[in-house]
Each structure stands twice: as C-alpha cells, then as structure tokens.
C-alpha cells in the first residue's frame, strides 16, 4: 500500500485555543459592529481571517532571530537577506520594509504619479489603494476565465494579453510606471499565474517599453503550482522555477508575511541601481536606513531563512495540500467555491450561497458573520466591502466575485481544525435559504473601508 501523505514537520510548541457558546459568540460580534476585524482574537475558535503574519515560525527561524544583528547600519542579518534575495530572486538591489504595504508606499512614491495608468491581474487591496491614493488607475487585465468560478482552468491568475495591449497601446509610456503582476492572485482567489504567461507579459511590455513588478508575496505558491500544472516543469526544483520566473520581472515588492512565514516583514528588490537610489531616499523617510528599513535585525535573519523554507518543495505540498483538503470537504457537500482551490485559501462564492440575500446587504459578510456565530471560525469578505467605493463617483463597486475567505496560516492548524470548518460552514450551507437578510452600513471610512467598517443588520 502506498503510504498516505502526512505533514513535512512535527509540533514542538503549543498555544491554548477557547471554545465559546454560540449565545457568547451572538454578543460579541454585535458588539464589535458585525465587523470580523473588530473582535478580540480571545472570541475566536480557529482563525482563519488571513494567513498574512499568522504562521508558525520553524526552531531554525527562531534561533535565527537570536543571531540577530540590531547593528544600525551594515548589520549582519541585513547582508544574510540580501544574499538570499540575490540567491533565490536574482536582484542585486533589495530595501527591506516593515511589511508589503510599506515596499508599495516607497516603490509607488518613486514611480507612480496622478494621472497614470497601472494595468495587471486583479490588483491586491493595498496595492489598489497606493495607486489610487496617488490619483492614478489600476486597471484589471485578469483573464475572463477567473470570474466563473466553476470553470476549471489551471492559472486563472493568467493576465489576458489583448487587454494588456490595448492599456499598452492606448496610454503613453510615461504613464505607465509599470505592469503589476500579483503571484499567486490573492483577489482572484489564490490563484496561479502560468510560466507562460509571465514570459508572454515580459516581451509585450519590453515591446512598449515597460517595467514590470512582480506583487510576490505567495511566490512559492505559484512555483508549486507550475511545478505541478504546466508542461515542462514537473522534474525542474522550486529554486529552478522561482529563478525563471523572477527573469521576467524588473522589480518585485514582497509581503514577508506570506511566502517567508514570518510575523512581519517586507523588501523591494530590483534590478536597477539608478531607480534603487530614487526608492532609498523615499525608504529612509518612511522606513529607516536601507540596512533595515522598518525591521528588527532578528526579523531580518528570520526572514532570509524564511524565504529557503517557504521553498521547500515538501513543506508547499504540506501546505497547498491542507488547503485542498478543506476545499476537498466543501465540494463533496456541495458548497460553492471558486475552483480550482487556491494556494493559500479556500474561496466561497457567496452569491451562489447565499442566494437570497440582496448584493447591496453584503452577501459574503453576511455569511462570514453566519459562520462565525456558527463555530467561533473567523473568515473574511473579499466582495463589495473590499470592493469600496469608485472614487469618482462614490457608489458602492460590486465586483464580479463575491468570496468569504477561509485563509489558512501556515504550519498552525492540523487537519482535525479542518474538519471543524468544514462541518460549521456545511451547517450553515444547510440551512442558506433561512438567511435572506445581510447588513447595512453604519459607518466607513474613505479608502480600505473593510478593515474600520461599522455594521448593522437589516
Ligand atoms: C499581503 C499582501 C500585500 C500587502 O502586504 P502587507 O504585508 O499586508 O502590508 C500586498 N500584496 C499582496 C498580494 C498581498 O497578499
């Protein structure tokens, strides 16, 4: 028989996690005005609202952080980032910042003024919000195929090229500081960008003369997928397709949280030493000195180790197959999701759960909250709430998904948490056609709404 799959490491420190009653539960999230972000992480069972910041450290990571070298300027851990960035990435140049965010506010105040256009694959929040903070458009060129959420298709974080040539064609050069390409798409469900179509997006923009920056905060999610769906590439390592991928990027920003399974973290790389010079002024104004930009040395160092585990291949395929195996138990219960499942998520269609809720109340909210009341499980909207408002015009966005996330952190949950999920939201799903009333909004703030939002139920 073969020997079935099991998790690449074992369990060497535990923290106590607490049930709660559904009436405790029901009080609590009035409380914290329907609004996830708001509730104490004590009122919550098993915690899913993201997999950013949320993994377990490994004991080399930590003995990594005592090594650290807090040096202001030329630390140690500084140059241990810097030679695994060049290692695994190829950049010569890198600004470490305190988190991915942080890299978008000193890259984009470099290269991104009002006016400009900024097209690629279903920007992440954040990254929309610097753009258009800076008066500029993100515009979207995802492949059409990543808005069925029940067709099958291997990389539907694939960026359509036409629609990438026509942004191309009908702008001028100069305003466009560059093409984002989001590896894994978080906003479209986690989802894979193929080798091919990075290659093919690499020529079409040296063709007009572009740059293009890689949004790599599940890099390795991505190297997994390809490793495992595109032709070519099943017998190449990580490292080896990391490497080509990262040929056809000019500069990257990184969210640590991710992919490098640490609490905080962040960098710029590039290729460029002019731009390098431009993006340093901005990062010692907003970050600190570019040996450590926002960061402790210890996270420094724990963020160069980081980056080898993150592309283990064994620790991916513990990783991505958890995820399948929590989609894998929705889908034989018939609960909607966005397929194929993603690397770091699990993505619901909360428009074809809950059917009966209007758009305008919030369908995927109106669900996190249901599930949450459910089980003490903390999921998160990535819909209409997200979505926020046009800036021109001030009307709600309704985007063509509408997803509650179930983002797994990585190395913290066993599989048993899975089943707990599984069985709560699958409880919920049973009885859907109960629910037909969602949320109003009380109050919100200008940009980024989600996180501040205030609530109440129809
Ligand atoms: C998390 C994330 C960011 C922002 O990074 P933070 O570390 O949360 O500031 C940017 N892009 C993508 C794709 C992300 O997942």
Not at 295 to 302: E, K, T
Not at 328 to 348: T, Y
Request: proline share 3%; hydrophobic share 40%.
């Amino acid at each position: 028989m073969q020997l079935p799959y099991s998790e690449s490491y074992k369990i060497k420190m535990v923290e106590t996690i607490r049930k709660s009653t559904r009436g405790e539960r029901e009080k609590w999230i009035r409380d914290a005005r329907y609004n996830l972000f708001n509730l104490n992480s004590d009122q919550v069972f098993i915690d899913l609202l993201t997999d950013s910041g949320t993994g377990a450290m490994s004991d080399i990571q930590w003995s990594e952080m005592l090594l650290g070298d807090e040096s202001y300027a030329g630390a140690r851990s500084y140059y241990k980032m810097k030679s695994a960035i060049k290692d695994i990435f190829g950049f010569d140049y890198f600004l470490p910042t305190h988190q991915g965010r942080a890299a978008e506010n000193v890259l984009f105040s470099t290269l991104v003024k009002e006016g400009d256009v900024v097209p690629g694959n279903s920007h992440f929040d954040t990254t929309k919000g610097h753009i258009e903070l800076r008066k500029a458009i993100p515009i979207d060129c995802t492949i059409d195929e990543a808005f069925d959420t029940e067709l099958i298709h291997p990389f539907k974080g694939n960026v359509n090229l036409d629609k990438l040539e026509e942004v191309l064609k009908s702008n001028r050069a100069e305003n466009i500081p560059f093409i984002v390409i989001t590896v894994t798409c978080n906003s479209s469900g986690g989802q894979p960008v193929s080798m091919k179509n990075l290659r093919d997006i690499y020529s079409l923009a040296q063709k007009y003369h572009i740059k293009v920056l890689f949004d790599a905060a599940r890099f390795a999610e991505n190297a997994y997928f390809i490793k495992k769906r595109e032709e070519g590439y099943q017998d190449k390592t990580i490292g080896e397709i990391v490497a080509e991928m990262f040929g056809y990027a000019d500069m990257m920003t990184m969210s640590c949280k991710k992919d490098a399974i640490v609490n905080i973290g962040g960098f710029i790389a590039l290729r460029d030493e002019e731009l390098f010079k431009r993006a340093s002024v901005y990062n010692i104004l907003f970050e600190g000195f570019i040996t450590y930009g926002g960061m402790s040395g210890r996270d420094l160092s724990a963020v160069a180790q980081g980056l080898y585990e993150g592309t283990d291949f064994n620790y991916l395929e513990t990783r991505i197959k958890q995820v399948e195996y929590l989609g894998g138990k929705l889908i034989d219960a018939g609960v909607p999701i966005q397929m194929p499942i993603g690397g770091h998520a699990v993505f619901v269609d909360a428009k074809r759960f809950l059917t009966k809720v209007p758009k305008e109340e919030f369908q995927a909210q109106t669900l996190a909250v249901e599930l949450y009341i459910e089980s003490g499980v903390r999921s998160v909207e990535i819909g209409t709430l997200l979505a926020d408002r046009d800036p021109v015009s001030r009307e709600n966005r309704f985007p063509d998904l509408e997803f509650l996330r179930l983002a797994i952190p990585r190395r913290v949950y066993t599989n048993n948490h899975m089943d707990v999920v599984a069985v709560a939201l699958i409880n919920v799903w049973e009885r859907r056609n109960s629910i037909t009333h969602g949320f109003k909004i009380i109050s919100e703030a200008p940009i980024l709404r989600h996180f501040t939002v205030e609530l109440d139920r129809v």
